[in-house]
């Protein structure tokens, strides 16, 4: 279904029912699974909860109950979540290869001297559209270890310098993201080094599995905070998708929690990187990929290949996939940058404004009225939406935010 003014492309999922849980699906993202990551990553001294921020005039003015940030762009001083998951996983490779299970090890034991001479330095290998590397880099370096990193065509030169800053090497290829992906496999059996990856595909789940568990922390620490002040939960989550590991996280994590009663999911994507809604448009049971260039100025969500283990819990519990044009994350980066009178300013990058640009324009359109009315987006709905990332190219932010790059025409 298409909305011929803003070009927005989405399908329905009849596929989510109530009492549709499927235990084998998420186990993994259990909220005591997501405990023991966490209790893990606090004994970092760089961590710390990122806010949840509620925008109560946008809210008002969209016509919903509630609209609530949690805003990952302060999280570790990285300005985007994606250090929470390639921390989680170095850690549990150390672990691994210790022969201990995490709760037996603490941070201490992993840089001492003893625990570095038996590993010596390891390397770490990757491929990114950035902010997935510089998670990466920045664990390895912390842990006392190395990482190589690959870019994939087109990628931001501020990007590659803020991964070298870490001390990882790093580098732009001329190959799209999934097969820099393949090229970081070829390159870590030649250098005997470890593929961190933030996706899984037949026969690599364990690493990416441990990634998701350490992005569900996100959902962990909204949960939390949301019981602590004894306010509802979100009946609405907006989940923007590169490979989806990420949204499937956060999806699983809620499952595992609320069960039956779990928010509605909405998977969002950029027009020219939307495997999820093509795949669910296609609609055989199976994950279908999106090749080429993939241009968009949602670099994070530039992946054209779906995670097969995100994509089975996605395709189960997901209510619409929803396929976007740069416009929506634009018009999010500035609706976020300009709040209305007594909400808070978030500075939001690309992938993490399209939730919100999206939201607004549902609100607002009359011809997006049947997608409204399916994911019943009304005066009840508490949405939440992620704001991934900050300003992490911060010169294309600037064209965007102060001079209208983009613009969104109603
Ligand atoms: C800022 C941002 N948001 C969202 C995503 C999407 O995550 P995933 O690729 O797991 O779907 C990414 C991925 O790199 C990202 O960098």
């Known amino acids: ?147 190589h990193i690959f870019m994939p065509k087109g990628s931001s030169l501020f990007r590659l310098k ?63 905070e949301i019981e602590k002040d004894e306010r509802k939960p979100p009946t609405h989550i907006m989940l923007q998708a590169g490979v989806g590991s990420f949204a499937a996280a956060i999806v699983g994590y809620f499952v595992e929690k609320y069960r039956e009663n779990a928010p509605k999911f909405i998977i969002v994507e950029p027009d020219q990187a939307d495997c999820y809604y093509r795949s669910a448009k296609i609609n055989d049971g199976l994950p279908h990929a999106v090749g080429g260039d993939m241009n968009t100025i949602m670099a994070g969500l530039a992946c054209g290949e779906p995670n097969l283990v995100g994509w089975k819990i996605i395709n189960h519990y997901a209510a619409a996939y929803i396929s976007c044009p740069d416009e929506i994350a634009a018009r999010g980066m500035r609706i976020l940058a300009a709040p209305l009178d007594g909400d808070e300013i978030i500075i939001s990058g690309e992938s993490g404004a399209v939730g919100v640009g999206l939201l607004s324009v549902i609100m607002e359109n009359a011809s997006l009225k049947e997608l409204k009315d399916h994911l019943e987006l009304d005066e009840n709905a508490r949405v939440l939406c992620i704001n991934t990332e900050g300003d992490t190219d911060p010169e294309h932010y600037r064209k965007v935010v102060w001079d209208g790059k983009n613009p969104y025409e109603a």
């Open 1 to 147: 279904m298409a909305d011929s003014k803003s070009q927005i492309q989405w399908i329905r999922n009849d596929k989510t029912g109530k009492n549709s849980y499927k235990e084998e699906l998420t186990t993994f993202l259990n909220p005591s699974h997501i405990n023991h990551a966490l209790q893990w990553l606090k004994q970092m001294e760089e961590y710390q909860e990122t806010p949840l921020v509620y925008l109560k005039k946008l809210a008002g003015l969209m016509g919903v109950q509630d609209i609530l940030i949690k805003d990952e762009s302060h999280r570790f001083d990285l300005n985007a979540f994606k250090v929470l998951g390639g921390a989680y996983a170095v850690v549990r490779v150390l672990c691994e290869r210790l022969g201990k299970e995490p709760e037996e090890v603490s941070l201490k034991e992993l840089l001492s001297e003893d625990t570095r001479k038996k590993f010596g330095e390891i390397l770490f290998v990757t491929a990114t559209d950035g902010n997935h590397g510089h998670g990466l880099a920045w664990a390895a370096n912390k842990l006392g270890h190395k990482a």
């Open 162 to 224: 803020r991964i070298q800053k870490e001390g990882a090497t790093a580098e732009i290829t001329d190959l799209n993201y999934d097969d820099a992906v393949r090229y970081s496999q070829e390159y870590a059996e030649q250098n005997s080094g470890i593929v961190v990856q933030d996706t899984a595909w037949e026969n690599y789940e364990k690493i990416p599995g441990w990634i998701m568990q350490g992005y569900a922390i996100m959902a962990n620490e909204i949960i939390m």
